[in-house]
């Protein structure tokens, strides 16, 4: 059932109804003829299939790779350590675009550039010293780490009320979304138009929450972070692969322009 929701919330369309899901069986995911993308990474408008045989693979640990593979960054095959742990997560603050690394000879060896720069974009605006960047993304985690650590002292129970809230709020959700669809067949076009504003935006907060209900269910987060404090308190020792992991689970994102960092975290 947990899987269902999973392909929901990334937009894919499902063929079967809700009562159809025993919790048992394979799905079969294609194309379909409505998606406009090949990307195995976007299921959006893809279409999902139950299929008539058992699922060789528990639903559970299918989620948590694939919503592992959903965080990783796009370029770690062309990355190696001489580069910079932070490669892939780093992007153009002005284009968007990632920051690549370049070599000088100078003391300061390897800064950052906009992939795009010469083409698309100006550059990011600043000289970005891949050392002095390390530096700070290493402070940055340590400080949001403590940060959660006081947080974590949140109990169970506390947590388990989250969890409902966030239900209740999802049940809210579709009853008003089916109610304002129902008024779809009488409504004027100045109507349509708020019904149909109001519905993506309920269909957002929908897809954002049930994100959030299946990450939850699938990630043992207090482990994790053990893990990784661990892991930053060693860094020194860490190796490049290990370092690129912390900043994957922690880091969706850091956007840089113009000297400002700014850091989009998982957690
Ligand atoms: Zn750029």
Not at 20 to 39: E, H, I, M, P
Not at 98 to 120: D, E, H, M, P
Not at 208 to 222: C, K, M, S, W
Request: glycine fraction near 6%; charged fraction near 25%; include cysteine.
């Amino acid at each position: 059932m947990t899987c269902t929701v999973f392909f929901q919330s990334q937009g894919a369309n499902i063929y079967n109804s809700a009562s159809d899901f025993t919790g048992g069986n394979a799905c079969y995911l294609y194309k379909g003829t409505v998606s406009a993308s090949r990307k195995q990474n976007d299921l959006a408008d893809k279409e999902l299939v139950l299929a008539p045989h058992k699922g060789f693979i528990p639903s559970k640990i299918w989620l948590a790779c694939r919503i592992r593979c959903l965080n990783n960054r796009q370029s770690t095959k062309t990355c190696k350590p001489k580069n910079s742990w932070l490669v892939g997560k780093v992007k153009c603050g002005k284009c968007g675009y990632a920051l690549t690394i370049r070599k000088s000879k100078s003391k300061w060896g390897r800064y950052f550039v906009c992939s795009q720069t010469g083409s698309n974009c100006t550059g990011a605006g600043c000289t970005i010293y891949a050392d002095v960047l390390e530096d700070y993304m290493l402070g940055a985690i340590r400080e949001k780490l403590s940060e959660f650590q006081k947080l974590s002292c949140i109990t169970d129970a506390e947590k388990g009320q989250e969890n409902l809230t966030k239900k209740i709020r999802l049940t809210h959700i579709e009853e008003e979304i089916e109610e304002l669809l129902s008024k779809m067949s009488e409504a004027g076009s100045a109507l349509m138009k708020y019904i149909d504003e109001k519905v993506s935006e309920l269909d957002a907060e929908k897809k954002a929450l049930q994100e959030e209900i299946i990450a939850e269910a699938v990630t043992d987060t207090d482990g994790k972070l053990k893990q990784i404090t661990n892991h930053v308190k060693a860094w020194e020792t860490l190796s490049f692969k290990d370092r690129q992991s912390v900043v994957d689970t922690l880091i969706k994102v850091i956007r840089i322009a113009d000297g400002n960092i700014e850091i989009t975290w998982n957690i």
